[in-house]
């Protein structure tokens, strides 16, 4: 995916990237209450890990509400990433797909974080 320093013309997936090399991208992500990602899109499979869940809407690139992601604190996810679209493989909402190209918006409560892994 992309660095931080090009968020600005081309969102990445994260907040901040944490790591990268030959194989894989980590990349930590905070969203606080009430705020939404840019439109952005995903690559590469990934997956990730809830460290402080919430209520995620998802809209396509149109600003269509494609659906609402409830994300458990501690919650696990695995994504795959094929044709333009999104696909939940984990136990946790398995079989939900969404465009790859999309925006999110947290509408709990609190803060949420995850740390996010993409697979080159």
């Avoid at 990268?20 to 606080?32: A, G, R, T």
């Avoid at 396509?60 to 493989?89: A, C, R, S, W, Y």
Wanted: proline share 6%.
């Amino acid at each position: 995916m992309r660095n931080t320093t090009e968020m600005a013309s081309e969102p990445g997936v994260g907040s901040r990237k944490l790591f990268e090399n030959d194989k894989v991208i980590v990349w930590d992500f905070v969203l606080p209450a009430g705020a939404e990602t840019p439109v952005h899109t995903h690559d590469h499979s990934y997956m990730w890990f809830a460290v402080q869940g919430a209520p995620l809407q998802i809209y396509d690139e149109h600003g269509n509400d494609v659906g609402l992601f409830p994300v458990p604190t501690n919650g696990i996810f695995e994504l795959k990433v094929q044709d333009g679209t999104i696909e939940v493989m984990s136990e946790i909402g398995k079989g939900v797909k969404v465009p790859a190209k999309h925006k999110a918006k947290n509408v709990g409560k609190e803060d949420y974080r995850e740390i996010l892994v993409e697979w080159k």
